[in-house]
């Protein structure tokens, strides 16, 4: 699996989850429990992946709709 998408903001996972999913692209998303540790503050990101052969079409949603691919390259 490959990064796709990192952000703070769990309402960015959240749309881009829904979008992919419409478009039959599978997605997990990680680092969903690490609030624990963190002490809810949102500080730490949380990943979106996808699998690798499925990447360059996620990213095109993404683009399309408007979503920056906050990860590093």
């Given at each position: 699996m490959n990064e796709l998408l990192r952000s703070n903001?769990?309402?960015i996972i959240a749309f881009a989850s829904?979008?992919?999913r419409g478009e039959g692209i599978d997605c997990f998303e990680m680092d969903v429990n690490m609030s624990v540790l963190e002490g809810s503050i949102g500080i730490l990101p949380r990943r979106l992946m996808?699998?690798?052969t499925e990447l360059a079409a996620a990213e095109v949603v993404m683009r399309d709709n408007g979503i920056e691919l906050g990860r590093s390259m």
């Amino acid at each position: 699996m490959n990064e796709l998408l990192r952000s703070n903001d769990p309402t960015i996972i959240a749309f881009a989850s829904a979008l992919l999913r419409g478009e039959g692209i599978d997605c997990f998303e990680m680092d969903v429990n690490m609030s624990v540790l963190e002490g809810s503050i949102g500080i730490l990101p949380r990943r979106l992946m996808v699998r690798s052969t499925e990447l360059a079409a996620a990213e095109v949603v993404m683009r399309d709709n408007g979503i920056e691919l906050g990860r590093s390259m």
